[in-house]
């Protein structure tokens, strides 16, 4: 679809450029994989998906929470506080996966695999356990690439260490052919902080691994170990 143009001197500008096209191809019966840039662009977006899809789950990886109080209406790190808010998504039922910066955890509202935890467990307990919270709702998934260790995505606004592999990420995602997944981005990539294209690599290979994901839903198949080279 190419890239939603707004007016860089007006943020609300993006918003509502990017809700439009949202609802035009959503409106259309077509399914939306958003390639970032900023991680502001998945408010518009989960309001557009709520609004079709009604009340979603969210799962969400990323080395930070996105829910923070302090920041701005347009601020890359209050989407989550927001959508919350707004009741699109259903924090029981959402996760956030590879969590490794302070959050306030009393007040918290989403289900949390800290990064951690996910580096102990692994891929299959990590996508168990988003099965187990998603619980058969319909789901948008968000990608912030600082999910990823700075090893395997330095090219990233705010890197923090201690993060998940490709290779764990990667095993993940194939584990969700069987979520009801309505929508999806991948966002965060910085190609001027980017070393020998490592970040854009694994991002264009994570987002055709979302696609494949998707297809083998819809075709009621599975996900074989060798998909990087079909
Ligand atoms: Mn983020």
Redesign the pocket.
């Known amino acids: 679809m190419g890239d939603v143009a707004f007016d860089s001197g007006s943020p609300q500008s993006l918003l509502d450029s990017l809700a439009t096209h949202a609802q035009r191809v959503l409106g259309a019966g077509k399914t939306m994989l958003t390639l970032g840039g900023d991680?502001f662009v998945?408010l518009p977006l989960i309001r557009a998906h709520a609004e079709k899809f009604g009340e979603l789950a969210l799962i969400?990886f990323?080395?930070?929470?996105?829910s923070y109080d302090e920041g701005g209406p347009y601020d890359?790190?209050i989407?989550?506080r927001e959508v919350d808010r707004e009741g699109a998504v259903d924090p029981a039922h959402s996760v956030q996966v590879g969590i490794r910066t302070e959050y306030h955890r009393e007040s918290h509202r989403f289900n949390v695999l800290d990064a951690a935890w996910c580096n102990e467990r692994g891929p299959a307990e990590i996508a168990g356990r988003i099965k187990e919270i998603v619980a058969g709702r319909k789901a948008y998934l968000?990608l912030?690439i600082?999910?990823l260790d700075p090893a395997y995505a330095p090219g990233t606004g705010?890197p923090v260490i201690g993060g998940l592999s490709t290779d764990a990420l990667l095993k993940v995602l194939r584990d969700l052919v069987s979520v009801e997944i309505v929508g999806m981005d991948l966002?965060?990539v910085a190609p001027p902080f980017d070393h020998a294209e490592i970040t854009s690599l694994a991002a264009a290979t994570l987002a055709l691994e979302l696609l494949y994901v998707l297809a083998a839903r819809r075709s009621g198949g599975g996900i074989g170990p060798h998909t990087a080279d079909r």
């Open positions: 991680h998945s969400h990323d080395s930070h929470t996105d890359h790190g989407m989550m968000t912030d600082d999910c705010t966002v965060e």
